[in-house]
C-alpha cells in the first residue's frame, strides 16, 4: 500500500503549504460559528478559487477537540460505479501534513461486502475526496497523529442502495469522535451542463437556481430521505453529491429508529454561486455548507 498523491494541488488550491494555510485560516476566520459542533457537515469540492470562502462556513462548525476519524463520502465523477468503493492506499498527501487511511474500519467496512476497491489512477483522478483534505488537515492541526480518514467513494446508487449503506455508516454515526464530511456542490446551470431550468416567477436565471437550491436544502434540512428524493424526482436538481446527501439522511434515519434519545438538527450555514446567470450562453455551479448535529 502506497500514498496517494495530491494530484490537484498546484491547481485546483494551492500547492505550497505555507499559502494554503494562510488561505485557510483567512476563510475560517470570516466565517460564523452557528451550528456546532458539528457531527457531521456538507461542504463544496470545487476550485477553492471558487468555493474555498464557503466551504469555510461547513468547517467552521467543526469542534477538532473531540475528533478522531473522518469519514469522507464523495461521489464519483469519472468512474460509474452502482455501490461505494474505498482506497487502496494506506495515505492520502495534502500540502499540509499527510493523511493516514484508518485501515481497522475499512476492515470492518470490507467485511460487510458491499464495497469494491478503487484503484490508485481511479482514486487519483476523482476530486471529490482530495478537496477536502486540506481543510481536514487544517482544522484537525491540533490533533495530527491522533485522528484518521475514512475516504468512500460513492456511486450512482439507487435508493434501496442509498438505504443499505445508510444503514452501514449510522453505528459510526452514533460515535460523538466522528466526523462525516459529505462532499457536493449544488446546480450546475447552463447549456455545458445540460441542465438549463428556469423558472421565471422567480426572476433572472441566478434567482431561480438560488430558489430551486433552496427548496432542495430545505429537504435535505427536513432530515427526511424521501423528501430528498422526491425532490430530486420531479425537479432533476443537477446536485453531484446527491447520493452522499442521500446516504447520510439514511443514516440519521436508521439512527433515529434506534436512538429516540438523540437530537438531531441539520442547517445550511453558507450558499453561494460561480457567478450570476442572465442568459442561456451563461454557466455557473452552486455551493452551500451545512451541519448536522446531534
Known amino acids: 500500500m502506497s500514498k496517494r498523491r495530491a494530484i490537484h494541488a498546484g491547481s485546483w488550491y494551492s500547492g505550497s503549504g505555507s499559502v494554503l ?26 476550485g477553492y478559487s471558487y468555493c474555498g470562502a464557503c466551504g469555510g462556513f461547513a468547517y467552521r462548525q467543526v469542534d477538532p477537540s473531540n475528533v478522531r476519524r473522518v469519514f469522507i463520502l464523495g461521489p464519483s465523477h469519472h468512474v460509474y460505479l452502482t455501490g461505494c468503493a474505498l482506497s487502496s492506499m494506506a495515505h492520502y498527501e495534502t500540502p499540509l501534513y499527510d493523511l493516514e487511511v484508518d485501515q481497522a474500519v475499512y476492515k470492518e467496512l470490507s467485511e460487510t461486502g458491499l464495497f469494491e476497491r478503487m484503484s490508485q489512477s481511479v482514486d487519483e483522478d476523482e476530486h471529490s475526496i482530495e478537496m477536502h483534505l486540506p481543510y481536514v488537515a487544517k482544522v484537525l492541526e491540533g490533533q495530527r497523529g491522533r485522528y484518521t480518514i475514512v475516504p468512500v467513494l460513492v456511486g450512482a446508487l439507487k435508493e434501496h442502495k442509498e438505504q443499505q449503506f445508510g444503514k452501514v455508516f449510522s453505528k459510526y454515526l452514533a460515535d460523538p469522535q466522528n466526523l462525516f464530511v459529505i462532499s457536493s456542490d449544488f446546480c450546475h446551470w447552463g447549456k455545458r451542463f445540460r441542465f438549463t431550468y428556469h423558472n421565471k416567477s422567480h426572476g433572472p436565471i441566478h434567482a431561480s437556481i438560488e430558489a430551486l437550491d433552496r427548496m432542495g436544502m430545505e429537504k435535505i434540512e427536513s432530515l427526511e430521505p424521501k423528501a430528498f428524493s422526491e425532490y430530486q424526482n420531479e ?20 439512527l433515529r429508529r434506534g436512538r429516540e434519545d438523540l437530537e438531531f438538527s441539520l442547517k445550511f450555514v453558507q450558499y453561494a454561486q460561480s457567478s450570476r446567470c442572465k442568459s442561456l450562453t451563461d454557466s455557473s455551479v452552486s455551493y452551500a455548507s451545512a451541519s448536522l448535529t446531534i
Not at 452557528?34 to 469540492?45: D, G, K, L, S
Not at 436538481?237 to 436508521?254: F, K, Q, S, W, Y
Request: hydrophobic share 45%; with cysteine; aromatic share 4%.
Open 235 to 254: 425537479f432533476q436538481n443537477t446536485i453531484c453529491g446527491r447520493h452522499p446527501i442521500a446516504v447520510l439522511l439514511h443514516a440519521v434515519a436508521d
Open 21 to 46: 494555510n494562510r488561505e485557510l485560516e483567512d476563510w475560517l476566520k470570516n466565517a460564523d460559528e452557528t451550528h456546532t459542533p458539528a457531527r457531521a457537515i456538507i461542504a463544496p469540492h470545487a
